[in-house]
């Protein structure tokens, strides 16, 4: 194996058949090559047969679907977040500019997927939509024949829609006195509301709605007891809680959090990016700047610094938008490489034609897929809120079931479990196997204390597997 003009992994065979595999650079999990590589190596010293799978998805969520949301704007200081954490009381009334996407941005949008979705590497790709619904209505600011409300009924089946409540109230601080302080959670009655009058405004539009998932503002709600219940009471099954919050983070890789106050209820971890909901273009200097507020979190003077207030700035020059976009789209290929299954966190004034083609959210994503397609020819998941959450939770149940394999070579593969599981297996076809890449892949209905033996009747072939 040589990178460049230098030899950076070796293998080799004894006359006996053993075989050496040696590696001549560094690694961690965090390293491009080590995610690269990590794969094959198991598979080498597995020769392609061993428990667990591997797939590379993608899933981004853009949250406030026909809403409007304010814009950083450094020239006026109530349009400047003192951080990420916005108080939920905050009312900038009329002081910020806003922005909301119209039909044409969305329309730009389903071009720019169709065509990512024509490499048959990324047919699989879809946009999440989380949608706020008062923002479709006259109440909300809607027109008559608004065009976005026609495009989104022209488009409903371009994109995966998921509920984020009728108006955006954050469900721990509702109805708050603007710029107070003070706030209660929403009552059984409004966070009901919340839910239903969503529901019917996606069924008045023909929305194909994942009807057990939602998307809370903000990821309020997850310890409101009023909220919680009523969310059962609707058939809610899946939420999203914030992979960076402490809370928001679960005990083990692609696995999730069952609500501590309704068990019922299963909170599949997001992954926020530094794509901020209050921006809309590349340009600096004007009402929605991603640069503005990038620099103003991490640029020379910026907020955050490294290793906490007093330290040194994480960037000594202003970053451009070609180098915001080339370190977030290296941040998300990251997630990729490593298999992550968590969703992404977009907001929909990131959707905005900045120059009548591109957007924040194309540029980053379609600079991801990019650099993915350069390294792997490996198709790219999208899923839907509910299916995601499924897959999580069939991944803490392999993780409990004390799963244990015996192989003898050439003949059979073993397996036995302690408890429940769908068992994963690289190698093996068997109850409807499928091809993904190079390797077929089984998922073995295991019942609690049960044996499977399957008689192995040839190995795919060898191969990094990229």
Same mark, same amino acid.
């Given at each position: ?27 961690? !999990? ?30 981004? +969520? ?11 704007? %450094? ?10 954490? =916005? ?126 998932? @939602? ?25 999203? %809680?914030? *992979? ?18 309704? !068990?019922? *209820? ?31 979190? #991490? ?41 992550? +299954?968590?969703? *992404? @966190? ?37 899923? +839907? ?10 991944? @803490?149940? #392999? ?21 429940? =599981? ?7 076809? =068997? ?11 089984? *998922? ?23």
């Amino acid at each position: 194996m040589q990178l460049g003009n230098s030899v950076v992994g070796v293998t080799h065979t004894l006359a006996d058949g053993r075989e050496y595999m040696a590696l001549t650079m560094d690694n961690n !999990p965090y390293l491009f090559h080590s995610a690269i590589l990590h794969y094959g190596i198991i598979h080498w010293v597995t020769k392609g047969l061993f428990l667990g799978s591997r797939k590379t998805y993608m899933t981004p +969520q853009v949250d406030d679907h026909f809403l409007n949301n304010d814009l950083f704007y %450094s020239s006026k200081a109530a349009c400047i977040p003192v951080g990420f954490a =916005a108080d939920p009381t905050f009312d900038p009334a009329n002081q910020c500019p806003t922005y909301r996407i119209n039909g044409q941005d969305l329309d730009t949008l389903a071009n720019w997927q169709q065509n990512i979705r024509a490499n048959p590497q990324f047919g699989q790709f879809q946009i999440s939509m989380a949608f706020n619904g008062v923002g479709a209505t006259q109440a909300g600011g809607a027109e008559p024949g608004d065009s976005l409300v026609t495009e989104t009924q022209s488009l409903e089946n371009q994109f995966f829609w998921i509920n984020h409540t009728w108006d955006h109230e954050n469900l721990d601080c509702y109805d708050p006195v603007p710029n107070s302080g003070i706030c209660r959670p929403a009552t059984n009655a409004e966070s009901l509301a919340e839910i239903s009058q969503n529901v019917q405004l996606a069924n008045s539009l023909s929305l194909p709605l994942d009807a057990t998932s @939602m998307v809370t503002p903000s990821i309020s709600g997850l310890t409101n007891p009023y909220f919680l219940s009523k969310a059962v009471s609707q058939g809610i099954q899946y939420l999203v %809680s914030d *992979l960076s919050r402490p809370e928001g983070t679960p005990a083990s890789a692609n696995t999730g959090i069952w609500n501590q106050y309704q !068990p019922s *209820l299963f909170e599949i971890p997001r992954r926020p990016t530094s794509i901020f909901y209050n921006t809309v273009t590349s340009a600096v200097g004007v009402a929605g700047s991603e640069p503005d507020e990038y620099n103003y979190f #991490y640029g020379p003077t910026g907020i955050f610094r490294i290793g906490g207030p007093g330290g040194p700035p994480f960037f000594t020059t202003n970053q451009s938008w070609d180098q915001i976009r080339d370190r977030e789209s290296d941040t998300l290929l990251g997630y990729m490489l490593r298999g992550e +299954q968590y969703p *992404l @966190m977009f907001h929909q004034g990131n959707l905005a034609a900045y120059d009548g083609v591109n957007s924040l959210f194309t540029d980053v994503v379609g600079s991801t897929l990019n650099k993915f397609a350069a390294i792997s020819q490996l198709p790219v998941i999208s899923m +839907q809120e509910a299916n995601l959450g499924a897959l999580l939770q069939s991944r @803490m149940a #392999y993780n409990t079931s004390q799963v244990h394999a015996t192989l003898t070579p050439g003949v059979s593969i073993e397996i036995d479990t302690v408890g429940a =599981a769908s068992i994963p297996v690289t190698g093996l076809c =068997a109850d409807g196997c499928q091809t993904y890449g190079p390797d077929q892949q089984s *998922l073995i209905p295991m019942p609690a204390g049960s044996s499977r033996t399957f008689l192995l009747v040839s190995l795919p072939p060898l191969g990094l597997g990229l």
